[in-house]
Nanobody, 122 residues
Framework: QVQLVESGGGLVQAGGSLRLACAAS????????MGWFRQAPGKEREFVAG????????TYADSVKGRFTISRDNSKNTVYLEMNSLKPGDTAVYLC???????????????WGQGTQVTVSS
């Protein structure tokens, strides 16, 4: 059974840092492109960062470039998102998912989980 478990969220002041983790179970994710997304109240889910398998290519939304870093530990089937210089605008529920290389995120490999809440206070 495919499962994604996000963790590491919390409340942090502007300028602070957090490290999120996404543990993926199931062989499907072992060679998948992985990505982090976020959804703020009243807004659509948006792409934040992605990483290829085994990890040589990363992509970021313009709003987080230079502040966020995505990485993966393939031995643990876990993807991380290091978030620095956080801003109130980063407040959202952060979720992860995977996709096959070359496919669209509209064909994500798993159902979206509950994610982990990140709240940045000013």
């Amino acid at each position: 059974q495919v499962q994604l478990v996000e963790s590491g969220g919390g409340l942090v002041q502007a300028g602070g840092s957090l490290r999120l983790a996404c543990a993926a179970s199931g062989r499907t994710f072992s060679t998948a492109t992985m990505g982090w997304f976020r959804q703020a109240p009243g807004k659509e889910r948006e792409f934040v960062a992605g990483i290829s398998w085994p990890g040589g290519i990363t992509t970021y939304a313009d709003s987080v470039k230079g502040r966020f870093t995505i990485s993966r530990d393939n031995s643990k089937n876990t993807v991380y998102l290091e978030m620095n210089s956080l801003k109130p605008g980063d407040t959202a529920v952060y979720l992860c998912n995977g996709k096959r290389s070359g496919s669209s995120w509209s064909k994500s490999l798993a159902s979206w989980g509950q994610g982990t809440q990140v709240t940045v206070s000013s």
